[in-house]
């Protein structure tokens, strides 16, 4: 299976910290997002990083991609309370096959 | 921005009932998928549609369940017999750069199954 493992499950700050969740996968992929969901609301995606790119930014949001260890990360810098939601990594691989979730992370930022 | 559409946003239904849940992806996306996600668990890949046809679909989209694209705007997911395992909350997405590429995804219809 190709579907991305997050890490941790639960995270838990204060606000203005620095949130970083990781994910890792099985299978060579074409590209690699992150998607974010409020409790009880569709999934957002946030960030698309194509497997020959190694950083992405966007806003207060960085993606790696580490093809050769079969990883991504997501930092979000001086998180915020309205960043309190679940973020889940979604991997597709090369066969044009539909995007595979992960189990998430449940981020929590306390003001 | 334009948004992909669900309804109804809750559905309550007898085991063994018919359900039929109703997507509006957006206009001039040709890519259109369900997923569900069982309450606080991983969002599962159902099916996907391209074409007027099923692409792909998972090993939980059983004979059960059937999708369909009757006017040309709306994309249903009809679940046949309902059993109590398929309560989930069901999401409709849909992209229109092509298969493994960005979704948007809908608020989702929660479906209970009694």
């Known amino acids: 299976s190709q579907q991305g493992e997050e890490d941790p499950q639960a995270l838990s700050i204060q606000e203005g910290e620095n949130a970083t969740m990781n994910c890792s996968y099985k299978?060579?992929?074409?590209?690699l997002q992150w998607y974010r969901q409020n409790s009880g609301r569709g999934l957002v995606h946030l960030i698309l990083?194509?497997?020959?790119?190694r950083e992405k930014h966007s806003g207060r949001l960085r993606v790696t991609l580490d093809t050769s260890k079969k990883s991504s990360s997501l930092l979000i810098t001086a998180s915020r309370a309205a960043d309190t939601a679940s973020y889940f990594c979604?991997?597709?691989?090369?066969?044009?096959?539909?995007?595979?979730f992960g189990k998430g992370t449940r981020l929590s930022v306390i003001a | 921005e334009p948004e992909v559409t669900q309804t109804p946003s809750h559905q309550v239904t007898q085991m063994g009932q018919e359900v039929i849940l109703r997507c509006v992806p957006i206009?001039?996306?040709?890519?259109f998928y369900w997923y569900r996600q069982i309450l606080g668990q991983k969002v599962e890949f159902l099916v996907s549609?391209?074409?007027?046809?099923?692409?792909?679909k998972s090993e939980i989209f059983d004979d059960q369940f059937s999708v369909e694209r009757p006017d040309g705007s709306n994309f249903t997911l009809k679940i046949r017999s309902t059993k109590l395992e398929d309560s989930a909350m069901y999401f409709c997405?849909?992209?229109?750069?092509?298969?493994?590429?960005?979704?948007?995804f809908g608020s989702g219809t929660q479906l209970s199954v009694l």
């Open positions: 979604a991997t597709a691989n090369s066969g044009n096959t539909p995007l595979v």
């Open positions: 997405a849909s992209s229109g750069e092509g298969a493994g590429e960005k979704l948007f």
């Open positions: 990083i194509r497997s020959n790119e």
């Open positions: 549609f391209y074409n007027n046809e099923i692409s792909e």
């Open positions: 206009s001039n996306h040709l890519y």
């Open positions: 299978t060579s992929i074409n590209n």
